[in-house]
């Protein structure tokens, strides 16, 4: 079993949509966890923290349910310029993160 | 402020050729990461330093694979006889690293713009 699985999309959606996805981790000890976005030919950016009580950051929310062990995204009021993978991100251990494959979201208009 | 630079952007080099690939962290960052990027797949932990300690060696696909840090600066990554499946992207990211204390703010790494190497 991978570590940190990710449904790889596509998503499209259109202006203005909200758009939710997931993630599973298998270890049930991680305690960091994270959601990057790449862009196409680029590196991963830091997009949010996750923390134990969800949060939400301008249009993203995200929330952790660690009794099932997944994380969830969601973006509301969707713009041209969220389109991009999403990469799930989980600590392995003290140091080590493992990266899911990334969900792609399309935002169309 | 400066975020973490590596180079070259783009290498391209003909199979049984050494390359050697370099990043400049965050300063302050004492946790340094290299990874694996193939086309359209996920990162692929290679290696890690943490300050003073010894590296963690454990995702280097192979002995042709190394990698070097000066105290907690920069840090090369050397493929020796390269071979056409280390056709990828390598990207490097630093991090504050304050383990064993488990916080997002300490454990966030920041990644550079990576080394596209393409081996023909």
């Known amino acids: 079993r991978k570590e940190v699985e990710q449904d790889p999309g596509p998503f499209n959606v259109p202006e203005g949509a909200t758009v939710a996805f997931n993630c599973t981790y298998s270890?049930?000890?991680?305690?960091?966890f994270f959601w990057y976005r790449q862009d196409c030919r680029k590196e991963p950016k830091l997009l949010m923290s996750?923390?134990?009580s969800g949060n939400e950051d301008g249009r993203f929310t995200a929330q952790l349910n660690r009794a099932s062990q997944y994380i969830s995204l969601l973006i509301r009021d969707s713009k041209l310029s969220d389109s991009a993978t999403y990469l799930c991100?989980?600590?392995?251990?003290?140091?080590?993160?493992?990266f899911g494959a990334g969900t792609t979201v399309t935002v169309r208009a | 402020g400066a975020g973490v630079s590596q180079s070259p952007s783009n290498k391209v080099t003909e199979k049984g050729k050494d390359v050697e690939l370099r990043c400049d962290p965050i300063?302050?960052?004492?946790?340094l990461y290299w990874y694996r990027q193939r086309l359209g797949q996920g990162l692929e932990f290679l290696i890690y330093?943490?300050?003073?300690?010894?590296?963690?060696k454990s995702g280097l696909p192979s002995d042709r694979f190394s990698a070097e840090r000066t105290g907690e600066s920069v840090s090369t990554l050397t493929i020796q006889r390269t071979q056409q499946e280390d056709s990828a992207v390598y990207l490097c990211?630093?991090?504050?690293?304050?383990?064993?204390?488990?916080?997002?703010?300490?454990?966030?790494?920041?990644f550079g713009p990576g080394t596209r190497l393409t081996v023909l």
């Open positions: 330093f943490q300050g003073n300690s010894a590296p963690d």
């Open positions: 270890n049930s000890a991680s305690q960091s």
């Open positions: 996750v923390y134990s």
């Open positions: 991100v989980v600590n392995r251990d003290d140091y080590k993160l493992s």
């Open positions: 990211a630093s991090s504050l690293g304050d383990f064993p204390h488990i916080n997002p703010s300490t454990d966030t790494q920041y």
């Open positions: 300063s302050g960052h004492t946790a």
